[in-house]
């Protein structure tokens, strides 16, 4: 199964951006899983137990909407493989070294090797599944793969990729039932480390859209979001052709054009929803959708809540307004056009 690494900076602007804080919430339900106390960084009780396994699992959710910070450095005999369970957007760095900045898409594996510094810039809601591997157990597994690789051995350190077979494997242990199983959660994360150490990269064969026509995009699509934006626009504002153009925007970022621009609606949309009373027929319209009812498909799609629940959540209402039930409840027949 061939897969393709993939880098982004692409330098993203974002509406109410809030002040840093430190700190996130934590999921602790769940006794298969253990308790991380800061981001990927285990309880004492889990450090304790982790001297004699071979891999331990956690999680950390922050439904969040506020950029924040975290910093930790990884064990000195544990790799860290993440799984991202929902989209997000984060910055990932070492020193002065970017690993990753921008949209991070549900499904995306992130190793990090022992003893490593991290720093991470979360701008949206964030759930990770992190597997803690010893690096005898994976070097055990790598020599195990090793005969049946046509390449060499790569240092997993900084290892990102999108993996389909990850996000499915995060999500099946979510949702499984057996989460409360620690043997069962220790027998997806073998699996995964098994197919992490029998992966061969495919090396890139487009070149990433380079940083300042990215920025020319990002800034066109932030100016035009309530407008009917096209490929061939994107495109001519890139100064390539469509083909080329969505080839070299995806190697860059990882998404798609119009997967991209998606994102950025909503994003626009939770801005306005969080901050306004503004109906959602109206904020549909104006951050490009043609009708309420696709936007709120789209917007469920992404976040796992319709616009309404999402801005009740948010603000900390109890129920949606009588305006919001009302838009609901005849969210099928009143339908907006707008230009294309």
Not at 180 to 194: F, H, I, K, P
Not at 213 to 228: A, I, N
């Amino acid at each position: 199964m061939g897969l393709r690494p993939f880098m982004t900076n692409p330098s993203l602007s974002y509406a109410g951006r809030c002040h840093p804080l430190l700190g996130s919430r934590v999921d602790h339900g769940l006794d298969g899983f253990c308790e991380e106390r800061a981001w990927r960084c285990l309880a004492e009780d889990d450090r304790t137990r982790a001297i004699a396994a071979d891999i331990l699992v956690s999680r950390w959710f922050d439904p969040r909407s506020c950029c924040r910070y975290e910093e930790t450095v990884s064990s000195c005999d544990r790799y860290v493989i993440a799984v991202a369970l929902k989209t997000t957007r984060v910055k990932l760095t070492r020193g002065s070294h970017t690993i990753f900045d921008g949209i991070m898409p549900a499904g995306t594996l992130h190793v990090a090797g022992p003893s490593q510094p991290l720093t991470a810039e979360f701008r949206a809601p964030c759930d990770f599944i992190h597997f803690h591997v010893s690096n005898g157990y994976l070097r055990k597994r790598q020599d195990a793969a090793k005969s049946g690789l046509s390449q060499p051995i790569r240092d997993l350190n900084d290892l990102i990729i999108r993996d389909p077979l990850a996000g499915l494997l995060g999500r099946t242990l979510i949702e499984s039932g057996k989460a409360r199983d620690r043997l069962y959660a220790e027998s997806v994360g073998q699996t995964l480390v098994m197919h992490i150490t029998r992966l061969e990269l495919t090396p890139p064969t487009v070149n990433a859209l380079p940083k300042w026509r990215l920025k020319r995009v990002q800034e066109y699509v932030d100016s035009h979001l309530d407008e009917g934006i096209s490929l061939a626009d994107l495109a001519k504002v890139a100064g390539l052709s469509r083909m080329h153009f969505a080839a070299q925007f995806r190697a860059a970022t990882g998404y798609r054009p119009h997967d991209y621009l998606l994102h950025q609606r909503i994003e626009s949309a939770k801005a306005i929803l969080s901050s306004t009373d503004t109906p959602l027929a109206e904020v549909a319209l104006a951050v490009g959708f043609q009708a309420q009812p696709h936007f709120s498909t789209v917007f469920k799609r992404l976040t796992g809540e319709t616009p309404a629940r999402w801005r009740c959540s948010v603000r900390g209402d109890l129920e949606p307004p009588e305006t919001f039930r009302r838009s609901s409840a005849t969210n099928g027949q009143n339908q907006i056009t707008a230009p294309v």
